[in-house]
């Protein structure tokens, strides 16, 4: 196991969709063998859409999420598979970076 100042690496899968499909995209997360996850709701940001601005509405589904995730490196290409079929008919954006963490066992 290659560790780094102690810690265990591990895989951090971060998801930025609308509020609509952020059950699909926990969805995902659970299949791939995810023990949890991160959700920040009414994120703010720019991109091919335009701007989005965080607490336009007055439910959930409206507004962008940014869901996180980090799992062991063995989960974690079925996850990015998974959501690559998402996000091939919704928008949204994925983002997939090697961490390190304190605590490999909250993971597993």
Known sequence: ??????LTPMVK????VGGEDSAAVTDVFKAAGAVGFTAVTNVS????????????????????VLLMVVLPEE???????????????????????????????YFR
Not at 1 to 6: A, Q, T, Y
Not at 13 to 16: A, D, I, P
């Open 13 to 16: 899968v971060e998801v930025v």
């Open 75 to 105: 989960g974690a290409a079925d996850l990015v598979a998974g959501l690559r079929t998402l996000l091939d008919r919704r928008p949204g954006v994925l983002f997939v970076s090697d961490t390190y963490v304190s605590r490999p066992g």
């Open 1 to 6: 196991m290659d560790e780094r100042w102690g």
């Open 45 to 64: 940001g720019f991109g091919h859409a335009g701007y989005h601005q965080g607490r336009l509405a007055f439910n959930d589904k409206n507004g962008l």
